[in-house]
């Protein structure tokens, strides 16, 4: 399905035009009869020679109706631009082909109308040439211009055939199964209630599908779907579709809002382009001064922020952060036009590099370097710039905001990891090379700091370096299970340290662990306590014989030698085998220790779930 687009000056006969092709009037308001003039969106469809059915968009073209024109022609394939004969190339003229220019669109046929009021054919040939000299170096460059006239039929067939002719030639809408229908018109049918209408791209709607509008967030249901006043099924991309939705009003969404299948699209109030100034612009675009944005359907207030210059001259391009005063929803290479509030005049237009940006500082090479990248680089590089930028990324986050099509963004990621550039982490989440470099270097660092402030431990606690690098869990743990794949950190229960790292104590802390060891071995059973025993090497040294495994805590006053404890423990589980159960007094007696051993060793079976308490005794899990 393609879509036309008519553009031109006021009063140069667009909506007559358009009726005497396709047979229906595309003034739909009153007060647009009434005056003669189109002053909103208009829309008409036409069966082409060959059979093919294209939409039109009828535009208005007084200078006072910009913006609805704006709104108009975002999504067409080709313009049917109109110049009076008898007038020639006047201001909207102009301005409308800027427009057409800046929003990139490819094809185009001239319509040179009311040839039936030139008499003079001398003069046609001079607003023929006029407008052939107008349209050179634009989008619209070598269109053909057809001389027609709606009340004598002149013109008309050859003007179907160059249009068929051109829709052979345009390439059809991409279905990367992200469809966005940027609204263009909010109404109430009754019986059938909310309706909207707009230009479907980037993927299919089908009936009893639930959707989203943004940037509101609202939630809604397709109950209907219609092409050209007929009901069908599915919509596809590049049709002009009318969706009644379910589950919401008309009063609660506007032109510029934009439908979408919940989920990929997150509106933002940030946006980086690429900024071109007409060469007629009446002075410089300075930083920080206010324009209005128009992209798809929406307008919306901003303010620049240049990165590169100073100014943009006239006829010049910049790199521009453009900050919203309200959201919209936009991906990246959207066109957009920007004109200036006072007095109303279109000044600029050009593509989105990136819709969800951080905040930049001005004139940063790196900054630029990366802007380029997103606005020129092969998909491989503008994935890899995403995850330089971004650290850490869930994979289907990193695809589905590249702007990218799916599959080629897979593809690029593949070929990333292939070189090397990009590893997975887990499954789930992948981050480039450098990044990972980045990681290890700080996950190292911060053990390192650990290990020179506490050397007596055995490693960082994993909590307390996950809360320090403030990773996810799921992030964290995938990104250690790969760190000590590589050999770059050690595990080790609930701790983690260095390779190189290792526990040493000094040759007065070593004779105090000896004299401690051997004052254990003498009574293995019934120990000193565990104050005790920090009197004798200091609570560090203690702890750290514990987190070695020398030694065995089973409670606040407790601690076994690690060959006694395991010695205890198979007695223990032994007699439970043989007997069913036992009691603490047995466990005393089986020692030859006081009862205060023996309750320590059980109640902590309980809690290693060894054990389970029934009345007085013990019995196994």
Known sequence: MRVIGTAGHVDHGKS???????????????????????????????????GQTVSIVDVPGHEDFIKNMLAGVGGIDAALFVVAADEGVMPQTKEHLAILDLLQVKGGVVALTKVDLVEDEEWLELVTAEVAEEIEGTTLAGARIIPVSVKTGEGLPALLEELDRLMTMVAPKMDIGRPRLPIDRVFTIAGFGTVVTGTLIDGRFHVGQEVEILPEGLKARIRGLQTHKESIETAIPGSRVAINLAGVSTDELQ??????????????????????????????????????LFTGSAQVMAKTRLLDSEAIAPGGTGWVQLRLAEPIAVVKEDRFIVRQPSPPLTIGG?????????RHRRFRPEVIARLETLARGKPEE????????????????????????????????DELIAGSQALLLGGEHVISAAGWAELLGRIAALLRQYHQQSPLRVGMPREELKSRLRLSPRLFNEAIARAAAEGRVVEAEATLRLPEHEVRFSPEQQSRVNKLLAAIARSPYAPPS????????????????????????????????????????????????????????????????????????????????????????????
Request: hydrophobic share 45%; aromatic share 4%; charged share 30%.
């Open 16 to 50: 007559k035009l358009v009726e005497a092709l396709t047979g229906i009037d595309p003034d739909r308001l009153k007060e647009e009869k009434e005056r003669e003039m189109t002053i909103d969106l208009g829309f008409a469809w036409l069966t082409l020679p060959s």
């Open 255 to 292: 032109r510029g809002d934009v439908v979408t299948i919940p989920g990929w699209l997150s509106p933002t109030r940030v946006i980086d382009v690429r900024l071109q100034l007409l060469s007629d612009a009446p002075k410089p675009l300075r930083h920080n001064v206010a324009v209005e």
């Open 350 to 358: 050009g593509g989105i590099v990136d819709p969800h940006p951080r």
């Open 382 to 413: 503008i994935i890899l710039q995403a995850l330089e930028r971004g650290g850490p990324q869930r994979v289907r986050e990193l695809i589905r905001d590249s702007g990218l099509p799916e599959e080629a963004a897979e593809v690029a990621l």
């Open 530 to 621: 565990v104050a005790d025993c920090q009197a004798m090497v200091g609570a560090e040294v203690l702890e750290a014989l514990i987190e070695q495994g020398r030694l065995v805590k089973v409670s606040d006053s407790v601690l076994f030698s690690a060959e006694a404890y395991e010695e205890m423990v198979g007695q223990v589980v032994a007699c439970l085998k043989e007997e069913g159960s036992i009691t603490v007094a047995q466990v005393r007696d089986m020692f030859g220790a006081s009862r205060k051993y023996a309750l320590a060793l059980m109640e902590h079976l309980d809690e290693r779930r060894v054990t389970k308490r029934v009345g007085d005794e013990r019995v196994l899990r």
